[in-house]
Protein backbone atom coordinates (compact mmCIF):
# COMPACT_ATOMS: atom_id res chain seq x y z
CA UNK A 1 0.00 0.00 0.00
CA UNK A 2 1.59 3.41 -1.00
CA UNK A 3 2.35 5.81 1.96
CA UNK A 4 1.98 9.11 -0.28
CA UNK A 5 2.21 10.40 -3.74
CA UNK A 6 5.82 9.47 -4.69
CA UNK A 7 5.03 5.97 -3.07
CA UNK A 8 2.03 6.00 -5.24
CA UNK A 9 3.42 6.67 -8.11
CA UNK A 10 6.26 4.27 -8.20
CA UNK A 11 3.78 1.66 -7.31
CA UNK A 12 1.55 2.58 -10.13
CA UNK A 13 4.06 2.43 -12.43
CA UNK A 14 5.67 -0.74 -11.54
CA UNK A 15 1.75 -2.25 -11.89
CA UNK A 16 1.03 -0.25 -15.27
CA UNK A 17 2.09 -2.07 -18.82
CA UNK A 18 3.76 1.27 -19.42
CA UNK A 19 6.79 1.37 -21.69
CA UNK A 20 10.00 1.22 -19.51
CA UNK A 21 12.00 4.69 -20.20
CA UNK A 22 9.09 7.10 -20.54
CA UNK A 23 8.40 9.44 -17.48
CA UNK A 24 4.59 10.71 -18.49
CA UNK A 25 3.59 11.10 -14.86
CA UNK A 26 6.40 13.00 -14.22
CA UNK A 27 7.90 10.68 -11.62
CA UNK A 28 11.28 12.51 -11.07
CA UNK A 29 9.68 15.86 -10.57
CA UNK A 30 7.45 13.91 -7.83
CA UNK A 31 10.24 12.71 -6.36
CA UNK A 32 11.85 15.99 -6.43
CA UNK A 33 9.03 17.98 -4.65
CA UNK A 34 7.95 15.16 -2.38
CA UNK A 35 11.87 14.98 -1.15
CA UNK A 36 12.18 19.24 -1.26
CA UNK A 37 8.74 19.20 1.24
CA UNK A 38 9.80 16.22 3.48
CA UNK A 39 10.13 17.96 7.29
CA UNK A 40 12.45 14.48 7.75
CA UNK A 41 13.29 12.08 5.42
CA UNK A 42 14.34 9.40 7.48
CA UNK A 43 11.10 9.59 9.30
CA UNK A 44 9.00 10.05 5.89
CA UNK A 45 6.77 7.17 5.29
CA UNK A 46 6.17 8.13 1.70
CA UNK A 47 10.07 8.40 0.93
CA UNK A 48 11.35 5.62 2.59
CA UNK A 49 8.58 2.97 1.58
CA UNK A 50 9.81 4.48 -2.17
CA UNK A 51 13.16 4.04 -1.79
CA UNK A 52 12.63 0.31 -0.35
CA UNK A 53 10.42 -0.77 -3.16
CA UNK A 54 12.89 1.15 -5.62
CA UNK A 55 16.13 -1.02 -4.31
CA UNK A 56 14.57 -4.13 -3.60
CA UNK A 57 14.46 -4.65 -7.84
CA UNK A 58 18.13 -4.88 -7.26
CA UNK A 59 17.20 -7.62 -4.92
CA UNK A 60 14.53 -10.28 -5.26
CA UNK A 61 12.00 -8.55 -6.71
CA UNK A 62 8.28 -8.52 -6.77
CA UNK A 63 5.72 -11.32 -7.87
CA UNK A 64 3.84 -10.10 -11.00
CA UNK A 65 6.68 -7.13 -11.50
CA UNK A 66 8.89 -7.11 -14.69
CA UNK A 67 12.77 -7.60 -13.44
CA UNK A 68 13.34 -4.82 -16.57
CA UNK A 69 12.29 -1.91 -13.91
CA UNK A 70 15.76 -3.15 -12.43
CA UNK A 71 17.42 -0.92 -14.70
CA UNK A 72 14.43 1.45 -16.09
CA UNK A 73 16.04 5.16 -16.30
CA UNK A 74 13.05 6.45 -15.35
CA UNK A 75 13.03 4.76 -11.84
CA UNK A 76 16.71 5.32 -11.43
CA UNK A 77 16.68 9.25 -12.11
CA UNK A 78 13.89 9.12 -9.41
CA UNK A 79 15.89 7.36 -6.88
CA UNK A 80 18.99 9.50 -7.93
CA UNK A 81 16.55 12.63 -7.12
CA UNK A 82 15.31 10.87 -3.15
CA UNK A 83 19.31 9.42 -2.63
CA UNK A 84 21.02 12.88 -3.27
CA UNK A 85 18.57 14.24 -0.73
CA UNK A 86 19.25 11.88 1.63
CA UNK A 87 22.73 11.95 1.45
CA UNK A 88 22.42 15.68 2.18
CA UNK A 89 20.02 14.53 5.10
CA UNK A 90 22.62 12.36 6.73
CA UNK A 91 25.95 14.40 5.97
CA UNK A 92 23.99 17.50 7.95
CA UNK A 93 23.07 15.46 11.09
CA UNK A 94 25.50 12.37 11.61
CA UNK A 95 28.40 12.92 13.72
CA UNK A 96 31.98 11.47 12.36
CA UNK A 97 35.11 12.04 14.33
CA UNK A 98 37.43 13.48 12.84
CA UNK A 99 41.29 13.43 13.59
CA UNK A 100 41.85 9.95 12.31
CA UNK A 101 44.74 9.04 10.01
CA UNK A 102 44.25 6.93 7.04
CA UNK A 103 46.26 4.06 9.22
CA UNK A 104 45.10 0.09 9.59
CA UNK A 105 45.16 0.22 13.32
CA UNK A 106 44.25 4.25 13.48
CA UNK A 107 41.03 3.42 11.92
CA UNK A 108 40.04 -0.06 13.60
CA UNK A 109 41.06 2.05 17.01
CA UNK A 110 38.54 4.94 15.89
CA UNK A 111 36.20 2.60 15.02
CA UNK A 112 36.25 0.40 18.01
CA UNK A 113 36.31 3.71 20.04
CA UNK A 114 33.48 5.14 18.49
CA UNK A 115 31.37 1.71 18.76
CA UNK A 116 32.08 1.37 22.39
CA UNK A 117 28.86 0.23 24.77
CA UNK A 118 27.72 2.57 26.50
CA UNK A 119 25.36 2.45 29.61
CA UNK A 120 21.95 3.45 29.88
CA UNK A 121 18.49 1.82 28.10
CA UNK A 122 18.49 0.13 25.36
CA UNK A 123 16.50 -1.99 22.93
CA UNK A 124 18.88 -4.93 23.98
CA UNK A 125 18.62 -4.67 27.80
CA UNK A 126 15.07 -3.84 27.29
CA UNK A 127 14.51 -7.07 25.22
CA UNK A 128 16.81 -9.22 27.48
CA UNK A 129 14.55 -8.07 30.58
CA UNK A 130 11.38 -6.69 30.17
CA UNK A 131 9.85 -6.72 26.95
CA UNK A 132 6.72 -8.77 26.80
CA UNK A 133 6.33 -11.50 24.31
CA UNK A 134 4.03 -9.53 21.61
CA UNK A 135 7.13 -6.91 21.81
CA UNK A 136 9.39 -9.52 20.96
CA UNK A 137 6.92 -10.17 18.11
CA UNK A 138 8.09 -6.40 16.94
CA UNK A 139 11.52 -6.58 17.83
CA UNK A 140 11.66 -9.97 15.35
CA UNK A 141 9.30 -8.18 13.04
CA UNK A 142 11.16 -5.27 12.30
CA UNK A 143 14.22 -6.90 12.20
CA UNK A 144 12.72 -9.30 9.62
CA UNK A 145 13.24 -6.26 6.82
CA UNK A 146 17.02 -6.69 6.95
CA UNK A 147 17.63 -10.25 8.44
CA UNK A 148 16.07 -11.65 5.52
CA UNK A 149 18.51 -10.68 3.51
CA UNK A 150 21.21 -10.43 6.06
CA UNK A 151 24.63 -9.54 4.23
CA UNK A 152 23.31 -8.82 1.06
CA UNK A 153 23.66 -5.10 0.67
CA UNK A 154 27.37 -5.33 1.81
CA UNK A 155 27.73 -8.04 -0.49
CA UNK A 156 27.68 -6.05 -3.52
CA UNK A 157 30.84 -4.18 -2.64
CA UNK A 158 32.89 -7.35 -3.02
CA UNK A 159 33.58 -6.57 -6.89
CA UNK A 160 34.72 -3.01 -6.12
CA UNK A 161 37.15 -3.76 -3.59
CA UNK A 162 41.06 -5.22 -4.07
CA UNK A 163 43.46 -7.10 -2.11
CA UNK A 164 43.18 -7.05 1.47
CA UNK A 165 40.15 -5.06 1.93
CA UNK A 166 38.16 -7.25 -0.71
CA UNK A 167 39.56 -10.99 1.39
CA UNK A 168 38.33 -9.56 4.28
CA UNK A 169 34.97 -8.71 3.29
CA UNK A 170 34.80 -12.59 1.16
CA UNK A 171 35.88 -13.97 4.72
CA UNK A 172 33.06 -12.26 7.05
CA UNK A 173 30.43 -12.08 4.15
CA UNK A 174 31.42 -16.39 3.52
CA UNK A 175 30.48 -16.57 7.27
CA UNK A 176 27.39 -14.68 7.15
CA UNK A 177 26.19 -17.37 4.28
CA UNK A 178 27.03 -20.43 6.39
CA UNK A 179 30.38 -20.99 4.95
CA UNK A 180 28.49 -22.69 2.11
CA UNK A 181 25.74 -24.28 4.38
CA UNK A 182 22.43 -23.57 3.31
CA UNK A 183 20.65 -24.43 6.57
CA UNK A 184 23.51 -21.96 8.50
CA UNK A 185 23.01 -19.18 6.44
CA UNK A 186 22.50 -16.25 8.75
CA UNK A 187 18.93 -15.39 6.89
CA UNK A 188 18.04 -18.71 7.49
CA UNK A 189 18.33 -19.05 10.90
CA UNK A 190 16.47 -15.83 11.25
CA UNK A 191 13.78 -17.45 9.53
CA UNK A 192 13.60 -20.10 11.88
CA UNK A 193 13.95 -18.54 14.89
CA UNK A 194 10.34 -16.16 13.26
CA UNK A 195 8.55 -19.35 12.66
CA UNK A 196 9.83 -20.51 16.34
CA UNK A 197 8.12 -17.34 17.53
CA UNK A 198 4.50 -18.19 15.80
CA UNK A 199 5.94 -15.34 13.01
CA UNK A 200 5.53 -15.59 9.03
CA UNK A 201 8.90 -15.91 7.71
CA UNK A 202 8.41 -15.10 4.21
CA UNK A 203 10.15 -12.68 3.01
CA UNK A 204 8.95 -9.40 2.58
CA UNK A 205 5.79 -10.52 4.69
CA UNK A 206 5.66 -7.26 6.87
CA UNK A 207 6.87 -4.22 5.24
CA UNK A 208 3.52 -2.87 5.75
CA UNK A 209 3.93 -3.23 9.35
CA UNK A 210 7.62 -1.07 9.59
CA UNK A 211 7.41 2.42 10.06
CA UNK A 212 10.05 4.60 7.83
CA UNK A 213 12.94 4.63 10.60
CA UNK A 214 13.08 0.83 10.01
CA UNK A 215 13.03 0.88 6.42
CA UNK A 216 15.66 3.93 6.69
CA UNK A 217 18.22 1.41 7.83
CA UNK A 218 18.03 -1.11 4.95
CA UNK A 219 17.94 1.27 2.49
CA UNK A 220 21.17 3.46 3.61
CA UNK A 221 22.45 0.27 3.08
CA UNK A 222 21.27 -0.48 0.09
CA UNK A 223 22.55 3.36 -0.77
CA UNK A 224 25.75 2.22 0.21
CA UNK A 225 26.08 -1.14 -1.73
CA UNK A 226 24.73 -0.43 -5.12
CA UNK A 227 26.89 2.98 -5.43
CA UNK A 228 30.90 1.83 -6.29
CA UNK A 229 31.26 5.88 -5.02
CA UNK A 230 30.01 4.52 -2.04
CA UNK A 231 32.42 1.78 -1.27
CA UNK A 232 34.39 3.08 1.69
CA UNK A 233 30.81 3.77 3.46
CA UNK A 234 29.72 -0.24 2.79
CA UNK A 235 32.90 -1.19 4.58
CA UNK A 236 32.61 1.19 7.31
CA UNK A 237 28.95 0.45 8.07
CA UNK A 238 29.54 -3.32 7.92
CA UNK A 239 32.37 -3.02 10.48
CA UNK A 240 30.07 -0.61 12.63
CA UNK A 241 27.34 -3.10 12.24
CA UNK A 242 29.57 -5.95 13.23
CA UNK A 243 30.83 -3.94 16.39
CA UNK A 244 27.72 -3.20 17.92
CA UNK A 245 26.52 -6.71 17.73
CA UNK A 246 27.51 -9.66 19.71
CA UNK A 247 26.87 -8.21 23.19
CA UNK A 248 23.19 -6.87 21.88
CA UNK A 249 22.74 -10.29 20.50
CA UNK A 250 23.44 -12.27 23.71
CA UNK A 251 21.09 -10.01 25.61
CA UNK A 252 18.28 -10.76 22.70
CA UNK A 253 19.00 -14.29 23.20
CA UNK A 254 18.04 -13.98 27.03
CA UNK A 255 15.09 -12.10 26.16
CA UNK A 256 13.98 -15.11 24.06
CA UNK A 257 14.97 -17.40 26.68
CA UNK A 258 13.40 -15.69 29.39
CA UNK A 259 9.93 -16.11 27.30
CA UNK A 260 10.85 -20.69 27.12
CA UNK A 261 11.93 -20.26 23.48
CA UNK A 262 13.96 -23.71 22.47
CA UNK A 263 17.81 -23.61 21.23
CA UNK A 264 16.16 -23.42 18.37
CA UNK A 265 14.67 -20.28 18.32
CA UNK A 266 18.00 -18.70 19.82
CA UNK A 267 20.10 -20.18 17.98
CA UNK A 268 20.36 -17.01 15.36
CA UNK A 269 21.22 -14.85 18.44
CA UNK A 270 24.06 -17.51 20.03
CA UNK A 271 25.11 -17.36 16.44
CA UNK A 272 25.59 -14.06 16.21
CA UNK A 273 27.57 -13.45 19.77
CA UNK A 274 30.34 -15.77 18.37
CA UNK A 275 30.44 -14.72 15.04
CA UNK A 276 30.31 -11.25 15.30
CA UNK A 277 33.19 -11.08 17.95
CA UNK A 278 35.42 -12.90 14.80
CA UNK A 279 33.61 -10.08 12.28
CA UNK A 280 34.37 -7.36 14.08
CA UNK A 281 38.15 -7.92 14.36
CA UNK A 282 38.52 -8.56 11.01
CA UNK A 283 36.10 -5.72 9.64
CA UNK A 284 37.85 -3.20 11.80
CA UNK A 285 41.47 -3.90 10.84
CA UNK A 286 41.95 -6.25 7.44
CA UNK A 287 38.55 -4.21 5.19
CA UNK A 288 37.81 -0.92 6.78
CA UNK A 289 41.90 -0.31 8.67
CA UNK A 290 43.39 -1.61 5.31
CA UNK A 291 40.94 -0.25 2.95
CA UNK A 292 41.66 3.45 4.28
CA UNK A 293 45.59 3.01 4.11
CA UNK A 294 45.18 1.82 0.57
CA UNK A 295 42.83 4.26 -0.65
CA UNK A 296 43.38 7.33 2.05
CA UNK A 297 40.66 9.09 0.28
CA UNK A 298 38.20 7.14 0.95
CA UNK A 299 38.99 7.80 4.97
CA UNK A 300 35.96 9.95 5.27
CA UNK A 301 33.56 7.53 3.63
CA UNK A 302 34.74 5.03 6.01
CA UNK A 303 33.79 7.10 9.26
CA UNK A 304 31.06 8.39 7.71
CA UNK A 305 29.44 5.15 7.11
CA UNK A 306 30.14 4.30 10.51
CA UNK A 307 28.39 6.69 12.16
CA UNK A 308 26.12 6.33 9.65
CA UNK A 309 25.15 3.14 10.96
CA UNK A 310 25.70 3.65 14.60
CA UNK A 311 22.86 7.09 14.18
CA UNK A 312 20.05 4.92 12.05
CA UNK A 313 20.48 2.59 14.50
CA UNK A 314 20.01 5.25 17.79
CA UNK A 315 17.35 6.62 15.48
CA UNK A 316 14.96 3.35 15.43
CA UNK A 317 15.94 2.02 18.96
CA UNK A 318 14.70 5.14 19.98
CA UNK A 319 11.32 5.19 18.03
CA UNK A 320 11.03 1.27 19.61
CA UNK A 321 11.72 2.79 23.15
CA UNK A 322 9.76 5.26 23.62
CA UNK A 323 6.53 3.28 21.94
CA UNK A 324 7.49 0.43 24.22
CA UNK A 325 7.86 2.91 27.26
CA UNK A 326 4.61 4.41 26.46
CA UNK A 327 2.74 1.20 26.57
CA UNK A 328 2.19 1.37 22.75
CA UNK A 329 2.64 -0.40 19.10
CA UNK A 330 5.89 0.57 17.62
CA UNK A 331 4.68 -0.64 14.30
CA UNK A 332 2.01 0.54 12.02
CA UNK A 333 -1.52 -0.28 12.56
CA UNK A 334 -2.94 -3.26 10.37
CA UNK B 1 57.35 -23.52 -31.45
CA UNK B 2 56.07 -26.07 -30.54
CA UNK B 3 55.39 -28.16 -27.07
CA UNK B 4 53.75 -27.80 -24.03
CA UNK B 5 53.11 -23.91 -22.88
CA UNK B 6 55.31 -22.53 -20.12
CA UNK B 7 53.43 -22.54 -16.80
CA UNK B 8 54.11 -19.06 -15.16
CA UNK B 9 54.51 -19.95 -11.40
CA UNK B 10 54.82 -16.20 -10.38
CA UNK B 11 57.58 -17.32 -7.89
CA UNK B 12 57.08 -19.21 -5.04
CA UNK B 13 55.67 -22.30 -4.10
CA UNK B 14 51.50 -22.04 -5.18
CA UNK B 15 49.42 -21.58 -2.05
CA UNK B 16 48.02 -25.29 0.04
CA UNK B 17 44.64 -26.46 0.04
CA UNK B 18 44.44 -25.62 3.59
CA UNK B 19 45.04 -22.23 4.76
CA UNK B 20 48.55 -22.20 6.81
CA UNK B 21 47.44 -22.41 10.82
CA UNK B 22 47.70 -18.51 12.01
CA UNK B 23 47.09 -16.79 15.33
CA UNK B 24 46.61 -12.97 15.05
CA UNK B 25 46.68 -11.36 18.60
CA UNK B 26 43.70 -8.65 18.36
CA UNK B 27 44.90 -5.51 20.78
CA UNK B 28 42.73 -5.26 23.28
CA UNK B 29 40.61 -8.46 21.85
CA UNK B 30 41.18 -12.07 21.44
CA UNK B 31 43.40 -14.36 19.22
CA UNK B 32 41.77 -14.71 16.05
CA UNK B 33 42.84 -18.42 14.81
CA UNK B 34 42.89 -19.48 11.23
CA UNK B 35 43.45 -22.34 9.22
CA UNK B 36 43.99 -26.20 9.92
CA UNK B 37 43.81 -26.30 13.67
CA UNK B 38 41.97 -28.46 16.06
CA UNK B 39 41.23 -26.86 19.33
CA UNK B 40 40.79 -29.15 22.05
CA UNK B 41 39.81 -29.17 26.06
CA UNK B 42 41.81 -30.22 28.88
CA UNK B 43 40.82 -33.67 28.42
CA UNK B 44 41.92 -33.31 24.35
CA UNK B 45 38.13 -33.27 23.37
CA UNK B 46 37.89 -31.26 20.19
CA UNK B 47 35.89 -28.28 21.00
CA UNK B 48 33.51 -27.66 18.25
CA UNK B 49 34.56 -25.50 16.03
CA UNK B 50 31.45 -23.71 13.80
CA UNK B 51 33.94 -21.75 11.40
CA UNK B 52 36.84 -21.56 9.13
CA UNK B 53 37.88 -18.59 11.61
CA UNK B 54 37.34 -18.71 15.20
CA UNK B 55 38.11 -15.77 18.00
CA UNK B 56 40.07 -17.11 21.29
CA UNK B 57 38.74 -15.39 24.97
CA UNK B 58 41.96 -13.78 26.13
CA UNK B 59 40.52 -11.42 29.06
CA UNK B 60 38.85 -14.68 30.86
CA UNK B 61 35.33 -13.12 31.04
CA UNK B 62 33.81 -14.25 27.95
CA UNK B 63 30.39 -16.46 28.73
CA UNK B 64 31.33 -18.90 25.50
CA UNK B 65 34.92 -19.57 26.68
CA UNK B 66 37.04 -20.60 25.19
CA UNK B 67 35.37 -18.10 22.44
CA UNK B 68 34.72 -14.50 22.30
CA UNK B 69 31.71 -12.79 22.96
CA UNK B 70 33.35 -9.16 22.69
CA UNK B 71 32.56 -8.81 26.60
CA UNK B 72 36.64 -7.43 26.66
CA UNK B 73 34.80 -4.13 25.21
CA UNK B 74 32.68 -3.95 28.35
CA UNK B 75 35.27 -4.28 31.06
CA UNK B 76 37.85 -2.14 29.57
CA UNK B 77 40.57 -5.39 28.90
CA UNK B 78 43.38 -3.80 27.35
CA UNK B 79 47.10 -5.79 25.95
CA UNK B 80 49.24 -2.84 26.46
Known amino acids: MPRGPLSLAVLDLLGSGRVHGTDGAGLTETARRVTERSTDLLTDDDVQLSLYVMYELFYRGFEGVDDEWEWDPVLLSARAVVERALEQHLAERVPVPDGVVPQRDAVADALFALTAPTPGPSVARYVAKRASLEQLHEFLIHRSIYQLKEADPHTWAIPRLLGQPKAALVEIQADEYGGGDPGRMHYELFARTMRGAGLDDQYGAYVERVPAVTLAGVNVMSLFGLHRRWRGATAGHLACFEMTSSLPNRLYGDGFRRHGFDQGTTWYFDEHVEADAVHEQIAGRDLAGALAQSEPELLEDILFGAATCLYLDGLAGDHVLSAWEADVSSLRLP | ?80
Open chain 2, 1 to 80: MSGAVPVSSGGGLPPRAVREPTIVACPDGPLLVRGDVTITDADGQPVPRRRATVALCRCGVSTIKPYCDGTHKAIGFTTA
